[in-house]
T-cell receptor, first 112, second 109 residues
Framework: DAGITQSPRHKVTETGTPVTLRCHQT?????MYWYRQDPGHGLRLIHY???????DKGEVSDGYSVSRSKTEDFLLTLESATSSQTSVYFC???????????FGPGTRLTVL | AQRVTQPEKLLSVFKGAPVELKCNYS??????LFWYVQYSRQRLQLLLR??SRESIKGFTADLNKGETSFHLKKPFAQEEDSAMYYC???????????FGSGTRLLVRP
C-alpha cells in the first residue's frame, strides 16, 4: 500500500460545514495529490503538492484548499461543504523511483 | 487541451472471451501512458505502463502514436478481471496524471 493512509474513511456532513481530510504517508515522497472520483468523470485532480508548503491547483480546485506543513501529511479542506462535493476522495503519492503514483484507500464523503 | 478518452462506460464479456478496453489521448508531445485498475472496494493500483512493455495478469497494451491510442487487451477474460479500469496520461515535464473517465469491465461466468 506504499504506506499511504487516509482519514477518515467515511464521513457524512451537512451543507455549509467545514471538512478536513487527511492523507498520511510514511515514505518521505515529495509529491502528493488529491483527486476526486465521480461516475462518468473518472479521477480529477483537485490540488497537488511538490514539497512542504508548496502546493498548486488541479483542474477542479474551486471550493477546496490544501496545506502541507510537513512531508508526511497533506490536508484537504472543504471550507463550506456543498452537495456537489459528495464524492470519493483519493490521495496519491508519486514514487520517483518508479515514476508512478500510488493511491490511498479513499475517503467516502457525503454532504447532505 | 490534453485529454484522455475512454469511450465505453461498461464492457460486458463472457469468461474466456477476448477483451479490448479502448483508450485514446490527445497530446502533441511525448506521452507516457498508464492503465490503472480498481477492484471492488479497493484502491487504484497500477496495472501497466507503455514504457515497460510488460504483461501483467495477461493484459497488454501498445502505444500507437499514429492513432493516439493505448488500448488494453487480454485474449481470455477471467471473472476476477471484473473491475474498473482507468487509462492515464502523463505529459513530459509534468508530474501530474490526466485520467480518462474509466471503463467498468464485467466478466460473466
Amino acid at each position: 500500500d506504499a504506506g499511504i493512509t487516509q482519514s477518515p474513511r467515511h464521513k457524512v456532513t451537512e451543507t455549509g460545514t467545514p471538512v478536513t481530510l487527511r492523507c498520511h504517508q510514511t515514505e518521505n515522497h515529495r509529491y502528493m495529490y488529491w483527486y476526486r472520483q465521480d461516475p462518468g468523470h473518472g479521477l480529477r485532480l483537485i490540488h497537488y503538492s511538490y514539497g512542504v508548503k508548496d502546493t498548486d491547483k488541479g483542474e477542479v480546485s474551486d471550493g477546496y484548499s490544501v496545506s502541507r506543513s510537513k512531508t508526511e501529511d497533506f490536508l484537504l479542506t472543504l471550507e463550506s461543504a456543498t452537495s456537489s462535493q459528495t464524492s470519493v476522495y483519493f490521495c496519491a503519492i508519486r514514487d520517483s523511483s518508479y515514476n508512478e503514483q500510488f493511491f490511498g484507500p479513499g475517503t467516502r464523503l457525503t454532504v447532505l | 487541451a490534453q485529454r484522455v478518452t475512454q469511450p465505453e462506460k461498461l464492457l460486458s464479456v463472457f469468461k474466456g472471451a477476448p477483451v479490448e478496453l479502448k483508450c485514446n489521448y490527445s497530446y502533441s508531445g511525448s506521452p507516457e501512458l498508464f492503465w490503472y485498475v480498481q477492484y471492488s472496494r479497493q484502491r487504484l493500483q497500477l496495472l501497466l505502463r507503455h514504457i515497460s512493455r510488460e504483461s501483467i495478469k495477461g493484459f497488454t497494451a501498445d502505444l500507437n502514436k499514429g492513432e493516439t491510442s493505448f488500448h488494453l487487451k487480454k485474449p481470455f477474460a477471467q471473472e476476477e478481471d471484473s473491475a474498473m479500469y482507468y487509462c492515464a496520461l502523463k505529459m513530459d515535464s509534468s508530474y501530474k496524471l490526466i485520467f480518462g473517465s474509466g471503463t467498468r469491465l464485467l466478466v460473466r461466468p
